[in-house]
């Protein structure tokens, strides 16, 4: 069904079915463990870590904008490794040229230090694309 889609394609299809995985992310044989939810105060703090980034509910949202659809899905491919390396993976929605980034524990209910934590590695990914 995929086989004309090219590997960036399918690696933003697995990267988006990542951020669905239900439980404990694991890589390998390695269990990332369940971070501490944090409160409202420490939120706060964190918020002011991570400029662009918008409280949302229980989630960290940004969305990227670029000059076209595969520029937007190049920014996309970038943020597998990152994620997977962390062990906490991303909500993503590509409108075209957009990029919607959402990040929540959703095993913690809701933010946790590694949610702040992709944030700033994921914008420091943004800032060198666009250098």
Not at 5 to 18: E, N, S, W, Y
Not at 42 to 56: A, F, R
Not at 85 to 90: A, D, T
């Amino acid at each position: 069904m995929f086989k004309n889609c090219g590997k960036g394609f399918l690696t933003m299809i697995l990267a988006v079915c990542l951020s669905f995985s239900a439980g404990t992310p694991t890589r390998g044989s390695e269990t990332f463990k369940d971070a501490a939810k944090l409160t409202s105060g420490q939120i706060t703090q964190q918020l002011k870590t991570v400029p662009g980034w918008q409280l949302e509910g229980q989630q960290l949202r940004h969305t990227y904008e670029f000059e076209n659809f595969v520029e937007a899905i190049a920014f996309v491919n970038l943020l597998v490794n990152p994620a997977e390396s962390l062990g906490h993976h991303p909500d993503l929605m590509i409108n075209y040229n957009r990029v919607t980034v959402s990040l929540s524990s959703h095993d913690a209910g809701g933010l946790t230090q590694k949610d702040f934590d992709l944030a700033k590695t994921i914008s420091t990914i943004y800032q060198k694309k666009i250098n």
